[in-house]
């Protein structure tokens, strides 16, 4: 333990705990990739954890209070995931976030999390057209129409399996239009992975 470590002190940010950004216990509620029902879609939709508790809490201090920290527990268990939701090589296409977010989060934050893992190709070709409105509040329909047409793709990923990644799926609107914007522009989605999700699991 350094002096720095003795004034500026670490704590978990799904608990609070002290010592480290991300605690094993909160960690753990990170388990294999799990099927999401999410109709709409297309491709099988994966997640990592249940949109709760510290999970919920990670995601949120990564996103929006600035825990830079957490991109190396995220993108090792994004890597990790990757072998389940398709073969390789992987190339990861992140979920764009509103350009006015970005700026104000020093970045895109699943850009962030794409570039750490390593054992994959990183593909930032979609982004918001201007207009696009925070998806916090709107409903089922209201998030597909916010996003109907506004999200475009600059280029195409390298050959393998594409897959898009994401913090959290609620409706499944942004995860939808994502993959019809790709499917337009000629490019298959072979899956979506997500770190959380709000919605139930694919029936057995």
């Not at 605690?23 to 939709?45: K, N, Q, Y």
């Not at 809490?57 to 995931?81: D, H, M, N, T, Y």
């Not at 089922?140 to 600059?154: A, C, D, K, S």
Request: charged fraction near 20%; hydrophobic fraction near 45%; charge should be positive.
């Amino acid at each position: 333990m350094t002096a720095l470590d003795l004034l500026l002190p670490s704590n978990c940010a799904g608990c609070g705990r002290p010592g480290t950004a991300c605690c094993a216990t909160c960690l753990d509620v990170f388990g294999p990739p799990e099927r999401i029902h999410v109709p709409g879609v297309g491709p099988p939709v994966w997640a990592l954890a249940a949109y709760h508790g510290p999970a919920r809490e990670l995601v949120l201090a990564f996103k929006e209070r600035g825990a830079r920290a957490l991109v190396a527990w995220f993108s090792a268990i994004v890597a990790a995931a990757l072998i389940t939701v398709g073969p390789r090589p992987w190339t990861l296409v992140p979920a764009p976030s509103r350009r006015s977010a970005a700026r104000e989060r020093g970045g895109d934050h699943m850009v962030r999390i794409a570039r750490a893992v390593e054992i994959a190709e990183v593909a930032p070709i979609l982004s918001l057209a201007p207009g696009v409105r925070d998806s916090v509040g709107l409903g089922v329909e209201e998030r597909r129409q916010n996003l109907e047409g506004r999200v475009l793709v600059h280029g195409r990923p390298p050959p393998g399996t594409t897959v898009l990644i994401d913090d959290v799926i609620t409706t499944g609107a942004t995860a939808a239009a994502c993959v019809r914007a790709l499917r337009r522009a000629g490019v298959r989605t072979q899956a979506v992975l997500a770190l959380t999700s709000a919605r139930p699991a694919q029936p057995g």
